[in-house]
C-alpha cells in the first residue's frame, strides 16, 4: 500500500504538481482525492499541511492530514504574511502568551518535547526566529522567565 506524501496549501490543493505527478502512475482517481484534500482542509485556509494519501490495493484511499507549521500557526495568530526580515532589528507582531499556549496545545502531539515547558520553549524558539515579540518581550526573555518557573502554574 503505497504512502504519497505531500504539502499543500490548504483548501487549494490541485492535481498539478506535487501530487497529480505522484499519484498519476498509481491509476488512482486524482480529482477525488484532491476535492476530498479540499474539503478536509478548508477550515485552515491559507496555511500549509503536510497531507498523506494512502492507498490501498483496490485503489481506494484515505487521507491523513497533520499540523500545520509552527510558523503558520504563528503567522495566522497574529495574521501576518511572513516574519520580520531583520529578526533583531524589526518585529513582526507580538502573540499574548495565551496565544503561545494555544499554539503549542494545537502543535503538542507533533512536537519532539516530552513536556508541555519544553514544548513552549519551542514554539518560543519559533517566535525568535520569526521576529515575534511575548507580551511585549523578546522571546528569548521569555525563554529565561519559562526556564526560571515564572509560567509553571499555567503550563
Do not use: W
Not at 502512475?25 to 480529482?31: D, E, F, W
Request: hydrophobic share 40%.
Amino acid at each position: 500500500m503505497p504512502t504519497i506524501k505531500v504539502l499543500v496549501e490548504a483548501g487549494k490543493a490541485n492535481a498539478g504538481p506535487p501530487i497529480g505527478p505522484a499519484l498519476g502512475p498509481l491509476g488512482v482517481n486524482t480529482m477525488e482525492i484532491v476535492n476530498k484534500i479540499n474539503e478536509d482542509t478548508k477550515h485552515l485556509n491559507g496555511m500549509e499541511i503536510p497531507v498523506k494519501i494512502h492507498i490501498d490495493s483496490k485503489k481506494k484511499f484515505t487521507i491523513e492530514l497533520g499540523s500545520p507549521q509552527t510558523g503558520a500557526l504563528i503567522k495566522k495568530e497574529l495574521n501576518i504574511k511572513k516574519g520580520a526580515s531583520k529578526v533583531n532589528e524589526e518585529v513582526a507582531g507580538n502573540l499574548t502568551f495565551e496565544q503561545v499556549l494555544k499554539i503549542m496545545n494545537a502543535k503538542y502531539s507533533q512536537l519532539v518535547s516530552k513536556s508541555k515547558k519544553s514544548a513552549v520553549k519551542e514554539i518560543l524558539g519559533s517566535c525568535r526566529a520569526m521576529g515575534v515579540t511575548i507580551d511585549n518581550l523578546p522571546a528569548s526573555e521569555v525563554t529565561k522567565m519559562v526556564n526560571h518557573g515564572d509560567f509553571d502554574s499555567r503550563l
